[in-house]
Every structure is written in C-alpha cells, then in structure tokens.
C-alpha cells in the first residue's frame, strides 16, 4: 500500500487510515461473495465460517476459515474460492488461514442463512447442545427438535444420521411425506 505525500505530515496517517478501511471493506465484500461448494445458497459469512479478514503490513490479505468439523471436505474448495475471489477484487497477495479456535458451531450460522436454507428445502439446526467437560458418547440417535421445511409439521421421522454430507442428517416428513436434509446442531 501507499499513501498519498501531503505537506502536512498529519494528514498521511489519516489518508492511510481511510485507504485502509476501503482496502479492508473490498476484501470482506470479496470474500462476502464466496459460497459454501456443498450448501451453494449460503455464503461463508452466513454460515459462519468465515471468521475474519485482515491486511497484513506486507500488503496481503488473510481471510481465515473455521471448519465445520474435522476433516471437512469442503476446506480446500472455501480456500481455493476465497484467493480466486480476492484476487479477482484486485488483491494480487490474498492468503487463507484455518482458525481452529474456537471451534465452529451452527450458532453461527446467521438469521439469514438459517432461511436460505429453509427456501432450499432443508431443516436449520436449532441452537447447539452446550457443554463442558468431555463430549459423551452415545450409540443411540441424536435427539434433535426438526420441523419439516416444507410443511412445518414437527412429525418426522429420521431416516438417516448421516444426509447428502457428513453435516446433516436425513429425516423424511410422515405428513407430506417429503424427504429432507437436518444441519446437525453442532
């Protein structure tokens, strides 16, 4: 980056302050616009994932991620998208970091989002179960308050823990009789 020289010395910072800002205002709409490759009607801010976007002194660009979960396929997919958009906006040194902490949550998934999924047909999580200590371990299914999208009706039926991706699971609607995706609450 560079500013503008100005006579009065007290301006330079501030020309710097407010280019900055621009500078930082285009990144994040850049990375505003990159989707989630296996929930596309969500972009990764509305699904929470990601987390910020900085400009280093070097002049780069850092958006930094946050998985879904361990191991999350998609990861690849969000960081090759995110350093082609921020490119295309015009930010030649564009970089992702994965935050691991502190770990995603379906909490973060925004109002927004949570209806852009439901318009697609598939259930929002519900708020993410709390805990503190180790997770237990349980063998039986997740108990889960799941409506289904294209009725509403609460009176579903789990087909599935696991759904189209790891992250959802599979319900079917015994009033419509539908199938549908669930986010699981995480």
């Not at 992250?167 to 669930?182: I, V």
Request: glycine share 6%; net charge negative; with cysteine.
């Amino acid at each position: 980056m560079t500013a503008t020289v100005h006579a009065e010395s007290s301006q330079e910072p501030l020309e710097r302050t407010l280019l900055e800002r621009t500078l930082l205002e285009r990144a994040w709409e850049a990375a505003g616009r990159v989707r989630d490759p296996e929930l596309p009607m969500l972009s990764l801010i509305d699904l929470g994932v990601l987390r910020d976007v900085q400009l280093e002194q070097d002049g780069a660009v850092v958006a930094a991620i946050t998985p879904t979960y361990s191991g999350c396929p998609a990861m690849a997919s969000m960081r090759d998208d995110l350093v082609r958009e921020l490119r295309t906006a015009g930010f030649t040194d564009a970089r992702v970091r994965v935050a691991l902490e502190p770990a995603w949550t379906t909490d973060w998934i925004t109002d927004r989002g949570r209806n852009a999924l439901a318009e697609a047909g598939i259930s929002p999580p519900g708020p993410a179960p709390r805990r503190s200590g180790p997770v237990p371990l349980s063998l039986l299914p997740t108990r889960r308050a799941v409506s289904c999208p294209q009725c509403g009706s609460p009176d579903v039926e789990l087909n599935s823990e696991f759904g189209s991706t790891a992250c959802k699971a599979m319900y079917r609607c015994r009033a419509c009789l539908e199938p549908f995706d669930h986010v699981k609450e995480i």
